[in-house]
Each structure stands twice: as C-alpha cells, then as structure tokens.
C-alpha cells in the first residue's frame, strides 16, 4: 500500500512566526507533489504544486522535495490567523495519494 | 466562470435509499474523480473518469456506482449497499496526462452526505 503521512498536529505558533508541516511518502516512482489548504467544512484548494528536488517559492509559502529521502514540506512565512486550516499534502505516482492532513492554528 | 459545481450541499439518506450526488465542470478537463473524506482521514478515491463512457474502480468503490455520458458530468450514486455511507464528497477534475493524473486536481465544494 502506497502511504503518504503527515503529522496530524495540531500545530499551534503565533502570528507571524514560521509553520513547517512535513510530509513524507512510500512510492519512490511519485513524481508530481501538491499541497492543499482546506477550511473546515470546505473543499481542498491548492496552494503549491513541486515537481524536482529543491525549494519552490510562492509569496509567503515554500515548498521542498527532497526525492532521495521521500520527503516534502512547506512553510509558511509571516504565518496569520487566516492561514488556520487543515493541510493536505498529496503524492502523484501511478495514482494520487493524500494524507490526512495536519491541522494548523495561527494565534493572534 | 470556470470550475467544478457539487450538488446538493447536503444530503440526507433513508435505510435502502439510492441516492445521487451531481457533478459538473466547465474547465474541459478530461479526468474527474470522486473522492470520500472521513474525520480525521484523508481522501479516498471511490471512482475516476479519464474519457467519456469509461471509468475505473478506485480504492474503495464497493458500493457505489458512476456514469460518465458527457464531458462535463460525472455524478456518483450511492446505492443501498454501502453500508456506511456518512461522509464528504468531494468530486474533482483535472487534464489527462497519460497515468492516472499528471496535472494538478481541482475540487468542487463537496457534498455532505448524512443517514436518516
């Protein structure tokens, strides 16, 4: 069974500060890695896609991938209270594979 | 507006009940997908579509039933066999690259699904 697994959390810092949510996955063949951002009660929507080894930078948010060690990450700079939701992070090989997301929560 | 749109928001099912959760997409994506999230889960693939008239079981199709007649729609029904049917659904679609999904997946709004 392919796994993907995140660390449920939850993961609490205050505003402004750095979160690091990790991610690490079994199928050495993924090639396409996502990150999701869902509110409660609502649907995930994507906030950084990877797809080779090293740091992709979107404004406040970075994601690395390091394939050798089956690992993804993403941090979030200047964390904020609006960044508070659950995480999903998902693994594309010969299918896509979610975790179960961790919960963060930016306090003010 | 381009996206995906899920039908009802909320959807409660009678013992024995079939019921069936609409999804549709503008954007021509090739794939669509349906997904079951669970508290404290992630998601899992009931059923995807990579052309029209065809689609494959996913993980955890027992019980539930798809069709793919047109482009934009793939709605899902959940038949009187499914057993534990509460949950979220989530459909999503995305362009078709060859495996089960080389593109980014994009989800509507999900429907949640409640047993009388």
């Known amino acids: 069974q392919k796994e993907v697994e995140q660390n449920s959390g939850p993961l609490s810092v205050p505003e402004g500060a750095i979160a690091s949510l990790n991610c690490t996955y079994s199928d050495r063949g993924s090639q396409s890695f996502f990150w999701y951002r869902q509110y409660s009660g609502k649907s995930p929507e994507l906030i950084m896609s990877?797809?080779?080894?090293g740091d992709k930078e979107d404004g406040r948010f970075t994601a690395q991938l390091n394939k050798a060690s089956q690992y993804v990450s993403l941090l979030i700079r200047d964390s904020q209270p609006s960044d508070s939701a659950t995480y999903l992070c998902?693994?594309?090989?010969?299918?896509?594979?979610f975790g179960a997301g961790t919960r963060l929560t930016v306090k003010p | 507006d381009g996206g995906i749109t899920q039908s009802p928001k909320y959807l409660f099912r009678k013992e024995g009940q079939n019921v069936t959760l609409s999804c549709e997409q503008n954007?021509?994506?090739?794939?669509m997908y349906w997904y079951r999230q669970d508290p404290g889960q992630g998601l899992r693939l009931i059923y995807y579509?990579?052309?029209?008239?065809?689609?494959q079981k996913g993980d955890i199709a027992e019980g539930y039933s798809v069709s793919r007649e047109k482009k934009e729609s793939f709605p899902l029904t959940v038949t009187s066999a499914q057993k534990n049917p509460t949950a979220f659904y989530l459909c999503?679609?995305?362009?078709?690259?060859?495996?089960?999904?080389?593109?980014?997946?994009?989800f509507g709004p999900g429907t949640r699904l409640l047993v009388l």
């Open positions: 579509s990579q052309i029209v008239n065809d689609f």
């Open positions: 954007l021509n994506h090739d794939a």
């Open positions: 999503a679609s995305s362009e078709w690259g060859g495996v089960i999904s080389e593109e980014t997946q994009y």
């Open positions: 990877i797809y080779s080894n």
């Open positions: 998902a693994v594309n090989g010969d299918d896509m594979r």
